[in-house]
């Protein structure tokens, strides 16, 4: 599916976008999906611009919503499984409220997107308050939408999430991402992705 086509589709008046609040998670689907993280355009230079030298966005997909604009920057899928709920509902919430514990830094488990944010936030993935400092920029500055499709199998669901990132190109999505990529220069995902893997790797160091 053409770039064109799914931000047709995201753009739609049916693709509310939902505040990331402890009372709005309740209003997400206990089913399987495609995920889509929106960020507040006036809060991409408190995001980026403070470790990177960023002026522009190249964002292929944004979207006008209570006033304001707002930029596609990460998608992901999940799929409803008999052992672990992972549902719609379950990953909003889990990216909400899970702890920034030497286990998952270590381990590697910490929410994709929690360490992204937090690398670009700070220089510590445990660094005094950077966990709650990320929950208030996913909570502050941040929106969820999402597309359901139960129907699917998981390789056709895992599909649509590669065909999603290789059109769309969000700044905060590192695989399947042609922007993340050796060849992508000084694009921000590219940035992006070395500022993480340094701090990760950094915070890692001080663990031994």
């Not at 309740?26 to 929106?38: K, S, V, Y």
């Not at 700044?171 to 070395?194: D, M, P, T, W």
Request: net charge positive.
């Amino acid at each position: 599916m053409p770039a064109a086509v799914i931000c047709e589709i995201l753009q739609a008046e049916s693709q509310q976008l939902i505040p990331i609040s402890h009372e709005h998670l309740a209003n997400l689907p206990q089913q399987q999906g495609i995920l889509c993280w929106w960020l507040r355009k006036r809060a991409a230079p408190n995001l980026f611009n403070l470790y990177l030298e960023v002026k522009d966005y190249p964002v292929l997909c944004r979207k006008s919503a209570a006033g304001e604009e707002w930029l596609l920057v990460y998608v992901e899928t999940f799929l409803r499984d008999s052992k672990v709920p992972n549902t719609i509902q379950h990953q909003v919430r889990h990216t909400l409220t899970q702890k920034h514990t030497m286990g998952h830094v270590k381990n590697g488990t910490l929410s994709a997107l929690r360490s992204r944010i937090a690398a670009l936030l700070g220089n510590d993935l445990l660094e005094t308050d950077i966990e709650n400092k990320v929950t208030l920029f996913i909570q502050t500055h941040m929106r969820v939408s999402y597309r359901l499709h139960d129907s699917l199998s998981a390789a056709a669901a895992k599909a649509v999430e590669v065909n999603w990132v290789q059109q769309l190109r969000p700044l905060l999505n590192f695989r399947y991402n042609e922007n993340a990529s050796l060849q992508a220069g000084n694009h921000v995902s590219r940035l992006c992705k070395i500022r993480c893997r340094e701090v990760v790797k950094n915070t890692r160091r001080r663990l031994r």
